[in-house]
């Protein structure tokens, strides 16, 4: 097996879980697990999550009906799992057959979802935009195509839902027009008789810092593998991070003074000291932006990664230390004294945390610890 992995500690996964449960308080919580749980392995933190019993997530949420089926085949096959990606015609049969709950965004939807004919209802959430600029429908068509489709026969209403495009800024003004926009369509469907099932908007900038968004549920994406969402939001959950990337020393060797490391000599000695290399690179994810500014730790010391990252390599200066060949090597993670994280990471690269997660590669093996 390869020297490198990242270890995923499901204890912490589910301590941020029910962090964020209580935090919520009478709010469900839907647990945001597409992109292969932003990396962390779907099905196994799916898994992980349906030990909770009664304290498990009442929805999962993915962005592709590929990763819904791949959990009803996973055997996830009681609670509610809903797809954020528009519904297509082509793909309405497979919704239904997987009972996997689709998003309307729009009227010609209807048009389609009418045709089918399904005996038994289905149940589908609407995505109102009310200022992300992504997909939804506009704030102010929503209660037109939410009464319309609450006289379509097939279909039942089980959700609307509404996505924030700054809860993670410092400055909520926007985030709060949004919120407002949100509920005064839930009004106008309130005053309409309309049943509109579950309201959602809050993600995990919501959760951190916007009580009032809480509504009859969250989504927690981000937060559930132990990152705030930037470095804007309180603190007002304790988070662990997830996700540690570990390896062994590969090689080493003593350079002199002026020697180079690596493609472009972007690292020159300035004085006689040892390198070690590491079998990892940009294709597991080690962006190549990191070159001279990662840090690795060695027996509970951080030394700083040199010379240009390459496809499968990366290098250390560990000075005249006494570092040898298989020693363990953290690049994100803890040690007894030392922690480097995503957010170090983002912090070089200019980057959110979900970008590195959801950007470990998939040659990089998943080891969970329990
Ligand atoms: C529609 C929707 N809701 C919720 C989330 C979860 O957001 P976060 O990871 O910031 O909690 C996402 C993630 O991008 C999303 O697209």
Redesign the pocket.
């Known amino acids: 097996m390869r020297s490198t992995f990242a270890e995923i500690d499901i204890r912490n996964l589910l301590f941020n879980y029910i962090g964020i449960k209580r935090k919520v308080g009478k709010s469900k919580v839907m647990a945001?697990v597409k992109a292969d749980a932003y990396g962390h392995g779907m099905i196994e933190c799916v898994k992980a999550f349906e030990t909770l019993g009664d304290k498990k997530p009442a929805y999962y949420?993915v962005a592709l009906l590929e990763e819904a089926i791949e959990l009803r085949k996973a055997r996830i096959t009681k609670q509610p799992i809903l797809c954020?990606a528009p519904l297509t015609k082509a793909e309405l049969d497979e919704y239904i057959r997987y009972k996997v709950i689709p998003t309307i965004t729009d009227f010609d939807q209807l048009k389609f979802i009418e045709k089918h004919g399904s005996a038994k209802k289905f149940p589908v959430h609407i995505n109102i935009d009310t200022g992300m600029g992504r997909v939804g429908i506009k704030f102010t068509q929503a209660v037109e195509l939410i009464s319309r489709l609450a006289n379509i026969r097939n279909v039942v209403i089980d959700g609307v839902y509404t996505?924030f495009a700054t809860s993670d800024e410092k400055d909520k003004t926007f985030a709060e027009l949004q919120l407002n926009r949100f509920l005064d369509i839930l009004n106008e469907l309130k005053e309409l008789n309309i049943n509109y099932g579950s309201a959602h908007a809050a993600?995990?900038?919501a959760i951190l810092d916007i009580p009032e968004s809480y509504l009859d549920m969250v989504?927690?994406?981000?937060?559930l593998y132990g990152y705030y969402?930037s470095t804007e939001t309180s603190e007002s959950i304790k988070l662990k991070p997830v996700m540690s990337i570990v390896s062994k020393v590969s090689t080493a060797s003593i350079i002199k003074k002026g020697d180079s490391v690596s493609y472009g000599r972007k690292f020159i000695a300035g004085e006689k000291t040892k390198i070690v290399s590491v079998a990892v690179g940009y294709a597991d994810g080690i962006r190549r932006g990191l070159t001279n500014r990662m840090m690795g730790i060695i027996r509970d010391k951080k030394y700083r990664q040199v010379g240009n990252v390459t496809m499968d390599r990366i290098m250390f200066d560990v000075n005249d230390d006494n570092i040898k060949i298989g020693d363990k090597i953290i690049l994100i993670g803890k040690s007894k004294n030392q922690e480097t994280t995503a957010m170090d990471w983002c912090k070089i690269l200019n980057t959110i945390p979900?970008e590195i997660t959801c950007g470990i590669g998939k040659r990089v093996p998943r080891i969970y610890k329990y």
Do not use: K, L, Q, W
């Open positions: 945001v949420a954020f996505h993600n995990s900038g989504r927690s994406g981000i937060s969402p979900y």
